[in-house]
């Protein structure tokens, strides 16, 4: 692959979409194309890290219900949203919001004549599509660029004309926390929105992605959560005990057996947190520092899952090892290995963003 | 009342599946064999309520019977719908043996009527010594509500009683009624449910091959093989042998009675020699383990086997069908730190 600069120098600043569209050249950028060829791109030195950060500060409540709209933050906060991630995009402005709405409605709109199934069970086949900025869903020390929401409007099948429309699918792109330094190597035509959520019929899921694809020049896959990552949302949840009840601790386990075994695993709250103090004084102790200021370390982490799995194996000798992490949830969230997630508790969205970001900055394809 | 006939009849009848509807409609007695021949299947499910009404019109019986009856039938054909719990009878009567089928009936219909005024009530026998029993319940102001029955399944002279959507409200009514007609002194939960019914009742009767241990699990082979590695296939194969034989006597052998879940509710210290804090916590760590599958105990006999779970099973595990039950509380014998590994089973 040839260095990004010198390519960017070809493009013309003030080409238009189709134009570009035209040549066969594909500008995409990732996360690893970047770091990979430090080498060659001399750009980016401190670019190594291809693994999840191994220590992270405790997440801390972040009121964000005065930032957003009481609308939004009911959406974000009440859905399950299936995750995927996306390559930086091309010549994103914020500025052109509007007319992205007007563009992807036209390109639903084209996809459906040619008879691409993007129906919605019950609604006409009229679709209006509004995007709007999340201002202050962001951490607060991060420069990142703003959170976009994408929402799908229409209107009920059998409808009064005077009767509102229905919104049939809604999907945002965020980066929150990204990496500073990753952030700042991108050439100055790409904004990096790593993290894609979306809800809603499928048909239309497909059809936005293939337009943000096709207007932004950019990837999207799918974003899988790994036993890795399942692990320090359980934990970074846990931690949030003390100001805000987490309800219950709820694991499910999926054990290679035929027919395959499922194991939920329910501990009450205060047990679990508890276990997690305990982990957490006895490395507290070694690095002889304060309790609320220490990171929490991948290794805290590990042993309060194993002190868990090791308690279930004292009763029933089956090793949970074995099997795999498939779900997690508390009353804060909840998170499945197939990326699906649910954000419930509105002060630890950015948290939980956070650490997704991270995952889909690692998951894009070199 | 004639429009709740014909309300009652066209969900019950929407709610069969065509192919079963003309296997159910031969075993209501009722109708006649040429009236019976006279319904066609073929036609919309709407125009055979218009002509089954019809005919019960002309017959003078009435739609809450048919749908009683016919309903009975068809969870009879169907027992996998819904969740089925087991009872167990405690404490014979010492008649509670030569209680038969009429007397029964008739004792359970009187002493439940007895204690609810509007309730109605359907006996039938199935083939299998299994008295199947329909009843709808109502209250002081309505009438009996039979879109929500309840069923109940005795076998007659057994202590085993299976239960299906029963609202907690009613359960004490039903139990006293139980208790009463089929001479035993009490009625207990026996812990064990599943939405299979046969399961549950081979589960709970020992109806499924069951396996156990033998000196010889395997007729003595003649010391003839010529192996590579002789010494190092015959100890691999006999370690796995082993598990086989011990997953197999713990759960039992062959196709094994299909439950789908089993619940312990753990309240039990918290012991692991790198967690001091934990160790010494005095008390218990609470937390409810729930396992599930197509086929629990299959499942539970591969891992067994495979040795995902470590083999001899431990008791928790082996008493779901030592014991028949799916549902355990689990406490720790005593407080003191000797109770290592004494578990009770509450």
């Known amino acids: 692959m040839e260095p990004p600069q010198r390519s960017m120098v070809r493009t013309p600043h003030k080409s238009v979409l189709v134009q570009r569209r035209s040549k066969s050249r594909s500008y995409r950028q990732s996360y690893r194309s970047c770091s990979g060829g430090p080498s060659r791109l001399c750009l980016t030195p401190a670019l190594t890290a291809r693994r999840l950060n191994t220590s992270r500060r405790p997440p801390k409540s972040q009121d964000i219900t005065d930032k957003l709209k009481a609308e939004h933050l009911a959406l974000l906060v009440k859905t399950r949203w299936k995750l995927s991630y996306v390559t930086p995009l091309y010549r994103f402005r914020h500025t052109q919001l509007r007319s992205y709405s007007r563009q992807l409605s036209a390109f639903i709109a084209a996809e459906q004549q040619r008879g691409v199934a993007v ?19 962001a951490s607060a020390e991060n420069d990142d660029p703003e959170t976009v929401l994408i929402q799908v409007h229409s209107k ?78 359980l934990a970074l949840w846990t931690n949030c005990h003390a100001q805000s009840n987490i309800q219950q601790l709820n694991m499910v386990w999926t054990l290679p057996s035929a027919p395959p075994l499922q194991v939920s695993f329910t501990v009450d709250p205060q047990d679990a947190w508890d276990l997690w103090r305990s982990v957490r004084k006895a490395s507290a102790q070694e690095e002889e520092e304060e309790e609320e200021e220490s990171c929490i370390d991948v290794e805290e982490v590990t042993r309060f899952l194993h002190g868990l799995k090791s308690h279930f194996y004292r009763h029933f000798r089956l090793e949970l090892s074995a099997g795999s992490l498939s779900q997690v949830g508390t009353a804060l969230g909840w998170a499945a290995v197939s990326g699906r997630i649910k954000m419930s508790s509105s002060r630890y969205v950015v948290t939980t963003l956070a650490l997704l970001t991270e995952c889909a900055l690692l998951k894009m394809p070199i | 009342m004639e429009n709740i006939t014909r309300r009652l009849l066209q969900r019950v009848v929407r709610r069969f599946p065509s192919q079963t509807l003309r296997a159910t409609l031969d075993k209501w007695e009722r109708l006649s064999e040429a009236q019976r021949r006279s319904l066609d299947l073929s036609k919309t499910k709407w125009a055979l309520t218009e002509k089954l009404l019809s005919i019960c019109e002309v017959c003078d019986t009435f739609g809450v019977w048919i749908s009683g009856v016919s309903r009975v039938i068809y969870v009879i054909d169907n027992p996998n719908q819904g969740m089925w719990y087991a009872f167990q009878l405690l404490d014979p009567k010492d008649d509670a043996h030569s209680v038969d089928l009429t007397q029964f009936k008739q004792q359970f219909k009187c002493h439940l009527s007895q204690l609810m005024r509007h309730v109605s009530i359907k006996i039938k026998k199935h083939t299998d010594e299994a008295v199947w029993i ?78 156990f241990p033998t000196k010889y699990p395997t007729p003595l082979a003649e010391k003839n093989e010529i192996e590579s590695h002789p010494h190092i296939e015959r100890e691999q194969a006999g370690a796995a042998a082993k598990r086989q034989q011990m997953a197999c006597e713990a759960f039992g052998g062959g196709v094994l009675p299909q439950l789908q879940s089993a619940v312990y509710k753990l309240e039990t210290r918290f012991k692991d020699h790198t967690n001091k804090i934990m160790t010494e916590r005095e008390e218990p760590f609470r937390c409810v383990v729930k396992f599930s599958s197509v086929n629990l105990l299959e499942s539970l006999r591969h891992c067994a086997s495979s040795g995902i779970a470590s083999t001899p099973v431990t008791p928790l595990l082996s008493s779901v069908p030592l014991k028949g039950r799916n549902s355990f509380v689990i406490t720790d014998n005593g407080r003191s730190p000797s109770s290592q590994t004494q578990q009770s089973q509450k």
């Open chain 2, 134 to 211: 329909r009843i709808a319940w109502g209250d002081a102001l309505s009438r009996p509500d039979h879109l929500k029955p309840t069923y109940v399944v005795y076998y007659l002279q057994s202590s085993h009683v299976f239960m299906t959507s029963l609202n907690s409200k009613l359960k004490p009514l039903l139990s006293q009624a139980l208790v009463l007609s089929t001479r035993h002194r009490g009625m207990k939960d026996a812990n064990l449910s599943g939405r299979n019914l046969t399961a549950i009742t081979d589960l709970l009767m020992k109806r499924y091959q069951q396996v």
């Open chain 1, 119 to 137: 129906e919605v069970e019950g609604t006409q086949s009229g679709f209006r599509v509004s995007f709007s900025m999340l201002q202050g869903l």
């Open chain 1, 156 to 233: 009920p099948l059998l409808s009064r004309q005077d009767e509102p429309q229905k919104l049939v699918w809604s999907g945002w792109l965020t980066c929150i926390s990204g990496n500073p330094e990753y952030l700042s190597s991108l050439p100055r035509d790409f904004t990096c929105l790593p993290l894609f959520g979306s809800s809603g019929a499928d048909g239309l899921t497909s059809v936005v992605k293939s337009w943000i694809q096709q207007t932004f020049d950019c990837c999207l896959g799918r974003l899988e959560l790994n036993h890795t990552t399942l692990q320090w949302l």
